[in-house]
């Protein structure tokens, strides 16, 4: 099966604890992202990477770090820099970057609920 | 001025009628739109996009952009229960970036 897979499903952080999510796809897509997604609010992009070993900042990318070492993995790491980081965090891929005018569809993993302890 | 602005609802309808979701956004140079359903509890799945004005119609879903007015609409026809659900629009203003909204809560009433 095709897809994008995160783990865990539900985590648990204590306060100052670094955690890590994971997110790995087989779709052979060049971009991954994530995302935090707020109760009654939209998803806010916090890093996504057009290519390995290539990441950049989204809108909300404090107190969050990540890496791209290989195509298939982008895990987030939330740092105890991360005041609030209770959220449900979803991480895409699509096939490339795009533009405004060739934008390939993001597909969504089934997601990482986080808690601050 | 939020990027994309939805009404969070919830909206209410009977099942079998017309559910109509707006959304407006703020970059006047977005070039692509785009409405995503998330059930509670889940991710996001893509139902629609739409580039030109005008509207487009795929099944009981049509939606509808307005770039003069920088409005982009979502009308679900013969509604079901299964179509309760939560309605993100997105946007990409001006780089591949999508820009959500808040989402807007749909109800089918049986």
């Known amino acids: 099966d095709g897809g994008i897979t995160q783990s865990p499903k539900y985590l648990f952080r204590k306060e100052g604890q670094n955690v890590t999510l994971s997110c790995e796809q087989n779709?052979?897509?060049?971009?991954m992202y994530w995302y935090r997604q707020d109760p009654g609010q939209g998803l806010r992009l916090i890093y996504y990477?057009?290519?390995?070993?290539?990441?950049q900042k989204g809108d909300i990318a404090e107190g969050y770090s990540v890496s791209r070492e290989k195509k298939e993995s982008f895990p987030l790491t939330v740092t105890s820099a991360q005041k609030n980081p209770t959220a449900f965090y979803l991480c895409?891929?699509?096939?490339?970057?795009?533009?405004?005018?060739?934008?390939?569809?993001?597909?969504f993993g089934p997601g990482t609920r986080l808690t601050v302890l | 001025q939020k990027e994309v602005e939805q009404n969070s609802g919830p909206l209410s309808v009977p099942e079998g009628a017309i559910a109509s979701l707006n959304c407006t956004y703020s970059?006047?140079?977005?070039?692509?739109f785009f409405w995503y359903r998330q059930y509670s509890g889940k991710s996001p799945e893509l139902i629609m996009f739409?580039?030109?004005?005008g509207d487009k119609e795929d099944g009981r879903f049509t939606a509808q952009l307005n770039k003069a007015s920088q409005y982009v609409s979502l009308l679900i026809r013969d509604s079901q229960p299964s179509d309760s659900a939560t309605y993100l629009c997105?946007?990409?203003?001006?780089?591949?970036?999508?820009?959500f909204g808040a989402g807007t809560t749909v109800t089918v009433r049986a």
């Open positions: 895409a891929s699509s096939n490339s970057g795009g533009n405004t005018l060739s934008y390939n569809e993001q597909f």
């Open positions: 779709l052979n897509h060049d971009a």
């Open positions: 990477s057009q290519i390995v070993n290539d990441f």
């Open positions: 970059d006047r140079g977005s070039q692509s």
């Open positions: 739409i580039y030109s004005n």
């Open positions: 997105a946007v990409i203003p001006n780089d591949y970036k999508l820009s």
